[in-house]
Nanobody
Framework: EVQLQASGGGLVHAGGSLRLSCVAS????????MKWGRQAPGKGIERVAT????????HTIDSVQDRFTISRDNDKNTLYLQMHSLKPEDSGVYFC?????WGQGTQVTVSS
């Protein structure tokens, strides 16, 4: 059974930082490209960052580039999202996933 458990969300002031983690199980993590997505209230999930299986390539969308960094530790089956200079518009539920699968999310709220 595939399990993706995100954690690390919380309430921060604008300009603050958070580090999200996602522990994965039930599939070959090291061979799987992974992604982080976020969902604002009333909207669909927006993919914000992607990383390939060995971590040698990654991509972030323009709105978070230079502020968010996706990384992974294949020995720990864990995906990370380091977020700096957070803005209120970054608020939402953050999910990790692969292909068309999203796991349980973690709430990020950025106050102005």
């Amino acid at each position: 059974e595939v399990q993706l458990q995100a954690s690390g969300g919380g309430l921060v002031h604008a300009g603050g930082s958070l580090r999200l983690s996602c522990v994965a199980s039930g599939f070959t993590f090291a061979r799987t490209a992974m992604k982080w997505g976020r969902q604002a209230p009333g909207k669909g999930i927006e993919r914000v960052a992607t990383i390939n299986g060995d971590g040698s390539w990654s991509h972030t969308i323009d709105s978070v580039q230079d502020r968010f960094t996706i990384s992974r530790d294949n020995d720990k089956n864990t995906l990370y999202l380091q977020m700096h200079s957070l803005k209120p518009e970054d608020s939402g539920v953050y999910f990790c996933g692969f292909n068309d699968i999203w796991g349980q999310g973690t709430q990020v709220t950025v106050s102005s």
